[in-house]
């Protein structure tokens, strides 16, 4: 596995790689990588003959300084991670000078779906995101690029801006990976205390009650209070828990096919994202 650092040096095997007929498969994090994120490297495995990770902590999606320099970083282990997998071509790890060169002043808008749940919890995060996105796809020439259901709404948008921008590139979705006792994996995870870990777990299982009570016949509303209530009880500073359509995040008062819940709440100021299906 190459590291590189440079677009140089990418465009170059980027080049010579589709040059030879491979199909080249992106899988962009923001490091810290986890379980979940290996599991998006192995979604690859039979649709690209190459493969790159890119880790690169994107400054213009944080809308909070602190929460920017906070973010667990570690390129060693994450390399040494990837390694094992034997599944990667390349660790792509830009420096910001590399990916935002002086006098930078583009930003990609996906209008609509940027301004709800999590665009709405953070003003901005999702311009960012997008723009990195766009960035990053064309710097890696992918065919194809794996992006997690953890993050939902991101998920949303890069499907939108890869269809408005006609970007040659296939997204591939892929199932959210959970710890042992149903929590999404995050990197923010591990700024979690033991005891906040502990705690976490309940963010998943409060979905499923929700989901549950609404099988059962309870309305949405009643639902959605009730368990935002229990998560202050236990200690969550509940940013937003919703019902929503998948394809259009728009509010959703029947809990049916294509309906998912949304959830983002904080513990001791660490802010955790999650979603279900109603099924
Ligand atoms: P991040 O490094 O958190 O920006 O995430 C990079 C990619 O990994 C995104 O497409 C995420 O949706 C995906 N991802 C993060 N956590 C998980 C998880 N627990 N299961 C599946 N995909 C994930």
Known sequence: MHIVRTRTELRELVTRWHAGGDTIGVVPTMGSLHDGHLALVRALDGKATRRIVSVFVNPIQFNNAEDFSLYPRGLEADAALLEQTGRVDVLYAPGEGEMYPPGFSTRV????????????????????????????????????????????????????LVADLNLPVTILPVPTVRDADGLALSSRNRRLSPAARQQAAILPATLKTCLAAMKAGQTVAASLEQCRTTLRQAGFDVHYLE??????LLPATQAGPGTRLFVAASLDGIRLIDNMPVT
């Open 109 to 160: 808008l996906v209008q609509g779906l940027d301004k709800v749940l999590c665009g709405a919890d953070r003003p901005g995060h999702f311009d960012g995101v997008a723009t990195v996105v766009t960035k990053l796809l064309l710097q890696t020439g992918a065919d194809i690029a794996a992006f997690g259901e953890k993050d939902y709404q991101q998920l949303g948008i890069i499907h939108r």
């Open 243 to 248: 019902l929503r359509h998948e394809d259009t």
